[in-house]
């Protein structure tokens, strides 16, 4: 049976032909492009640091022993997954091992069911290790995916949809659950736009000025303007000319001033408080909002006509429960860049804690995932992810444990459909036809998923 073109790499080396030959046609029905190896030299010849599979070494050899394969095997790659196979006798020797650094060992004899889930989790480390390796080289390049890190197909349309807009001057209005990185989205549409090396990036949040402070604050004042003004004061739109305006949480705006940011955007010039003399913008709007704008608009609360001065090109963040196969991925870089940084070693995800993050349903997305992986570093017990989970703040122990209760697979997988038929019918208005274009799924099939998870196409089409 021939392996897949992706199928990970397994190197295994024992001296015994029949083993040899018997593991490595089991790990090739298995999925894996196994190789059989009677000495130790062919393999680790084929160990380049990026290698992106796993080394399984028997412990008792002549001439090189497994101990000395797992030495030359770490030199080479200190990330490397080793798993050793020991005999009865030889399980104090594993341990040591594993301590000098290999994976895991498994003692003879064994189901070969069981070296394939040993290899399957290592598998699966090998495969973040590499892809943190990738995006800390690309961090070091300061490209896109080093900013939004994900490998899903939502994180990576949106980098597709944010370059394309970050090469135009529009207007742009970014939608995103609260912690989901929106101000992390505009700062590259900055960044990799023409104004990125010539103007400021200036963040404001509209829900944390005073409502007494918010004009002078946004259009600046000169002396004597109001008591306690002794000198002149450039605003935040003023400053940001040349540059870009991120105006975070809009809907908090007053009602009283969104009427003067409107002429000012209109205008492309303002005044200072006790001025008349207009002073002239060049600047890129973005503004953030974790609401509807046109709800807010029809009840009253946010003025129309501002709406759709803002919106003439729109951004929307997936949240993270919606991109989960990029959950431990994140999890794992945030926890590599907070162990250098507190002078911590990395503490290794086991299934249980990855089966944790899986399963909660992240409220407060990215923020919180990564004061997760913060904490984790930082923890002295042992309790794992899961334990510092059930110990969050927010909706107390028997929330806590719901969030991280497992799930079977096939309610994962449904809860993973829906919300990628749902991101479609958002981003295409509830037309079925861009829908089907999109998922690439034929129409019977569309129909009978939305009608399984009780998804109607009325409630995404546009408004009037």
Known sequence: MKPAADATPVLFIDDEPAMRVSVT??????????????????????????????????????????????????????????????????VALAVEAMRRGAYDFIEKPFEPDHLVAVLRRAA?????VLENRGLRRRAAGGGIEARLIGTSPAIAELRRE??????????????????S???????????????????????VNCGAIPDSMAESELFGHEPGAFTGATQRRAGKLEHSSGGTLFLDEIESMPLSLQVKMLRALQERS??????????ALDLRLVAATK???????????????????????ELHIPPLRARAEDIPLLFDYFAAGFATSHGREPRPLDPADTDALLAHDWPGNVRELRNLAERHVLSVGRSGVAGLLR???????????????????????????????????????????AVIDLLDVPRRTLNEKMARHGLDRTRYLPRG
């Open 25 to 90: 046609q089991w790990l090739q029905l298995a999925g894996f492009a196994a190789q059989g190896f009677e000495t130790p030299q062919p393999a680790l010849e084929l160990l380049a640091p990026d290698f992106p599979g796993v080394l399984v070494s028997d412990l008792r050899m002549p001439r090189m022993d497994g101990m000395a394969v797992l030495e030359r095997a770490l030199e080479r790659d200190a990330d490397l997954p080793v798993i050793l196979v020991t005999g009865h006798g030889d």
């Open 124 to 128: 699966e480390k090998r495969r973040l």
């Open 162 to 179: 944010l370059l394309d807009l970050a090469a135009t001057s529009a207007s742009v209005l970014i939608h995103g659950e609260t912690g």
């Open 181 to 203: 990185g929106k101000e992390l989205v505009a700062r590259c549409l900055h960044d990799f736009g023409p104004r990125g090396e010539k103007g400021a990036f200036v963040a």
């Open 270 to 279: 303002i005044e200072r408080l006790g001025s008349n003399k207009p002073v």
């Open 291 to 313: 609401t509807d704008l046109l709800d807010l608009s029809e009840e009253g609360r946010f003025r129309a006509d501002l709406y759709y001065r803002l919106n003439v090109a």
């Open 391 to 433: 110990r969050r703040p927010v909706g107390g122990e028997a929330a806590a444990a719901v969030a991280v209760a497992p799930r079977a697979l096939s309610d994962q997988v449904d809860a993973f459909e829906k919300r990628v038929i749902e991101q479609a019918l958002d981003r295409c208005k509830g037309d079925i036809k």
